[in-house]
């Protein structure tokens, strides 16, 4: 059974975001969709930049010049993460406040708010917290996250990215203090434990 879920919901997030590369060599893209559907990482990189928040002027004049460039590098690594992707509910939703549900075969599988919040979001996380999830899939409370979040694919990311990433997220981002639905997919697949095999 786990074999069924681990390929399904990892094909998702490999739908759902594009690869750092991709973004990079996107420039010289069409952005319109192609015959079958597909979005081109250019499109993608368009939607990323419009959704993704920068510092407003207010932020910036408080913040030193070497802060600001970090969370201009830290922007950057989210548009090409494509964090908001699964993040933000599409034409709706405050950027990176969760609640976009993935519909998998086994069930729904529902993002989290990722905004500095304390209380719904990641705001409470310490930046080696921050970098178990990106890399590995383990929450601050130590449970397991399904491959939906695409944790493999985020492994390799230089501990300059990350830090960046992590300074953009908790300085720049607005905090959104709204809770998102638990996923809640059947037994066997609610056992997190079993995303250890993965």
Request: charge should be negative; proline fraction near 10%; glycine fraction near 6%.
């Amino acid at each position: 059974a786990l074999a069924l879920l681990l390929p399904a919901t990892h094909s998702l997030a490999q739908t759902a975001t594009t690869p750092a590369p991709a973004v990079a060599a996107s420039a010289a893209a069409a952005t319109a969709p192609t015959a079958d559907g597909v979005t081109p990482p250019a499109a993608l990189s368009a939607q990323a930049r419009a959704i993704v928040p920068a510092l407003s002027a207010e932020q910036s004049a408080q913040l030193p010049p070497e802060t600001q460039q970090l969370i201009a590098k830290g922007r950057m690594v989210a548009i090409a993460a494509d964090c908001a992707a699964c993040h933000t509910v599409p034409g709706q939703g405050k950027p990176f406040a969760g609640g976009y549900v993935l519909g998998t075969p086994l069930g729904s599988i529902v993002a989290t708010n990722i905004t500095p919040s304390r209380q719904h979001g990641i705001g409470d996380y310490s930046e080696q917290e921050f970098s178990r999830a990106v890399r590995d899939g383990v929450r601050k409370d130590g449970r397991q996250l399904y491959p939906a979040m695409p944790y493999d694919a985020y492994a390799g990311i230089t501990d300059e990215d990350l830090h960046a990433l992590y300074t953009y997220m908790l300085q720049a981002v607005p905090a959104v203090d709204a809770p998102t639905p638990e996923t809640q997919l059947p037994f066997p697949f609610n056992q997190r434990w079993s995303m250890l095999v993965w």
